[in-house]
């Protein structure tokens, strides 16, 4: 078993890793297209002694050679949104914030290459490093796939973490070995078309929006009748516009919406049923519909086996507090699982959460914060989990 206490080295780093979190931080951005993010990894990986490529919209390198491949994979991106954090390193755009926590995600990977680097000779296989844009909108995942992540050399395995704000105590890693870590998500755009008119002469009209009311409605009987009670299944209409005066009836109106599961055969049908209601709804009432999937990730099932490999070598750092939590399933979604499907993966809860006021509000939140405690956690845990379980795989 290797014998490098990567966690007093991570600690020993943790202001290097601190400094990386706060840069992220301040120059927040969203979406698929990061130029600082990018930089930035680029410009401190080539410093740690790697090579970096760009892969897609993100970044890759890898240490140590043949072997088995393990991926470690951070999502860089943040939310657009103001910050409201009183942070004196917070983003200043009044735009975007990282108010999810992947600045974290970042700085620890950008550590634990560091790690790997000084301790490659000790690397039985590969380590593939993933730093992801647009992990927010559902697409970074996709884009560094179609960009060969996976590729050249073929991965056999991944780990990711996620950092947790509220109210947790510091050590605190939370795991699912069994079902769903996290759900589906599948968001849409129904676009309703029907025959504008005067207010006064509905019968010259075909109302897009009664269309839209009657297409809402019908959508929740989905989740009443038609879903299994067993299963964990959402539907929800976060927006509905329409018209632009109150004596006109409208040529058009939309729906947009997400649904969400824990189980793969739920999601199939949820998904078929909301197109098919939709489009009978709308010739019901004589009006037709154009459907978008504006996002498509399945349930996060992480492989037993592997999850549970990762949580014995998680257990062997000296992390004061280090406590285990299995079964933790969550209803908001994650892109990793577009990973997931493709190769046995594994994804956890890190606790990166205070246990005073400033604990109050979660993720999400324009005022949330982070503690720093959990950098040398994080770090420590990619680094010696690679290494070790590149150990225990190691071909003969």
């Not at 700085?107 to 290459?113: F, R």
């Not at 996060?300 to 999850?307: E, F, Q, W």
């Amino acid at each position: 078993m290797v014998n490098v206490n990567f966690y007093e080295r991570a600690l020993e780093l943790k202001d290097e890793t601190v400094a990386n979190r706060r840069y992220f931080h301040t120059n927040a951005e969203v979406g698929l297209n990061m130029p600082k993010a990018q930089a930035y990894v680029m410009q401190k990986l080539k410093e740690y002694g790697l090579e970096p490529q760009i892969c897609g919209h993100g970044v890759t390198a890898t240490l140590g050679s043949g072997g088995k491949v393990l991926l470690l994979r951070a999502d860089m991106d943040a939310l657009p949104m103001p910050e409201e954090s009183g942070e004196p390193f917070a983003c200043k755009t009044g735009t975007e914030a990282h108010a999810c926590g992947h600045d974290f995600h970042a700085a620890m990977l950008l550590t634990a290459a560091m790690l790997l680097r000084e301790n490659e000779s000790l690397l039985k296989g590969t380590v593939k490093l993933m730093f992801q844009p647009a992990e927010e909108t559902f697409e970074g995942s996709k884009d560094m796939l179609e960009a060969g992540i996976l590729e050249n050399p073929p991965v056999d395995a991944a780990l990711a973490f996620h950092v947790a704000a509220g109210q947790l105590p510091e050590g605190l890693f939370m795991y699912n070995d069994k079902d769903a870590m996290m759900f589906s998500v599948d968001g849409f755009k129904i676009t309703i078309y029907g025959k504008g008119a005067h207010g006064a002469y509905p019968q010259n009209s075909i109302d897009p929006i009664n269309i839209g009311v009657h297409i809402h409605l019908a959508l929740q009987e989905l989740i009443a009748r038609e879903s299994n009670p067993s299963d964990a299944c959402l539907l929800t209409i976060g927006q509905f516009q329409a018209g632009s005066a109150a004596n006109i009836i409208p040529e058009t109106a939309v729906l947009q919406g997400t649904i969400r599961t824990n189980k793969r055969e739920a999601r199939a049908l949820l998904v078929r049923r909301m197109k098919e209601v939709s489009e009978k709804t709308a010739e019901v009432y004589g009006g037709r519909v154009e459907i978008e999937m504006i996002s498509e990730v399945p349930p996060l099932i992480c492989d037993p086996g592997l999850t549970r490999e990762m949580v014995k070598y998680i257990r062997e750092l000296p992390v004061p507090g280090l406590t285990g939590v299995p079964g933790t399933s969550s209803s908001a979604s994650e892109d990793f699982a577009v990973i997931a499907e493709k190769v046995p993966s594994a994804f956890m809860y890190l606790s990166a959460g205070y246990l005073d006021e400033r604990g109050s509000c979660n993720a999400h939140n324009p005022k949330v914060q982070f503690n720093e405690a959990v950098c040398p956690f994080g770090t420590a845990a990619l680094a010696h989990c690679a290494v070790r379980w590149l150990e225990e795989h190691a071909e003969a």
